[in-house]
């Protein structure tokens, strides 16, 4: 089944807000074989002068999941998910991701292109704080393989 390309320029409704919990950003850590001392002590930390621990920067990828799972779940994009591969993950950043943000995310679809008969959707995740201010925009490519 071809991608819609009418896709492109879509813009998802935001997702509801995500509570970024210590543990978790532990656990993430853990998961990336982070050692900085930032990402596991809340007074390593608050020394250097945030609130609690910090995500390491790849954490945003969990927002962009939420987001990723609204486009997937749309029976109008066509996207068959066993077919997908991931081409390309990038991350802008105005500021760390701390334990104690609530965390809200936005997809908008860039584009939608056809290659050598598989497709390429890319997609910017913009994940807000709770007082509505960039944190992280997530940049992702799908490729969806063609018919064999």
Sequence with gaps: MPINPDLAGRVFEKTSPYLVGREKVREFARAVFSTSPLNFDVDAARAAGYSD????????????????DQLLADPDAGIDFSRVVHGDQ???????????????ATLTIASVKTLGG???????????????AHVVTAISTLVVRGDE
């Design 53 to 68: 621990v910090v995500a390491p920067p790849t954490f945003a990828v969990i927002l962009q999941q939420l987001t990723l």
């Design 90 to 104: 990038r991350f802008t950043q105005t500021r760390p991701i701390v334990a104690g943000d609530e965390l809200t």
């Design 118 to 132: 598989n497709s390429m959707v890319t997609s910017e995740s913009r994940i807000e704080d709770a007082a509505g």
